[in-house]
């Protein structure tokens, strides 16, 4: 196994130095054993990409070009192919649906904005996020992957910009951290009835958000709760010869808590 970068170990053990300032006990051990599992999800995401060429191995993105990191989370789990694994069944749905539109709403660094380009060159993708930083990170996969002229990438959406989804067909893509109970409410923004949604749903954050987005597109929307799942299978052979943890923080993405997912078909 290679080394991690001497940068990042220095910054992880900076990191654990902090941690170990504080008050002895479990919430101290599990800030430290989150860190050293960061480390090694990295140093195990480089291997990766080391050996298969940063390019997405297996999943609906298969083929991508991936020599950016994530933004956030991990990017191992993007690399296999099993990266929200139980997303995958809609995300065929999605490109066989062939909307001629795709909002991507905390897009990072562009993962499923990308992805969803080069499978469907017929769609505007709209690439959005309040990150300075992911929306870099999302042009520079898109040059890499020849999509950047489908890909139209902006700062945060506001209720004003959800008009677009009444302009023509799409499919809107959320995931900004718990910021979906403000911004998906048909209430403050009708086009929002005229639109498929896939929501991640921050329920830790937002107790309760659950039930209250499911009732709020219930009376235009199926709506159907989709839960977390791992794909082990898609495990390169050459990691037989890792250890268990090491095989577990490959398919790991980095999840502090569940973030279950709603998926809201107009009806």
Known sequence: MTQG????????????????????????????????????????????????????????????????????GGRAARLLGCYEASLHPVIETVIARAYPQILDIGCAEGYYAVGLARRMPQATVHAR??????????????????????????????????????????FLLCDIEGAEDRLLDPASAPA??????????????????????????APTHRVTRID?????????????????????LLLWEWRATPTPWLWMERR
Request: glycine share 4%.
């Open 5 to 72: 970068p001497t940068a990042l170990t220095d910054a992880i053990d900076a990191s654990l130095a902090r941690i170990a300032s504080a008050p002895p006990g479990p919430a101290r051990l599990a800030a430290q054993l989150r860190q050293l599992a960061k480390w090694r999800s990295i140093v195990l995401a480089n291997t990766l990409a080391a050996r298969g060429r940063a390019e997405v191995a297996a999943g609906p993105f298969a083929g991508m070009s991936y020599p950016v990191p994530a933004s956030e």
């Open 228 to 248: 977390r799942a791992l794909r082990p299978d898609l495990l390169p052979d050459w990691s037989e010869a890792l250890s268990d943890l090491d095989r577990l």
């Open 192 to 217: 929002l009835t005229e639109a498929d949604i896939l929501v991640e749903v921050h329920e830790a954050l937002r107790p309760g958000l659950l039930a209250t987005l499911t009732q709020r597109f």
């Open 129 to 170: 996020d309040s990150d300075p930083r992911a929306r870099d990170l999302c042009a520079d996969l898109a040059r890499a992957n020849g999509v950047e002229a489908q890909v139209v990438i902006g700062p945060e959406v506001t209720h004003q910009d959800l008009a677009l989804c009444a302009a023509a067909p799409t």
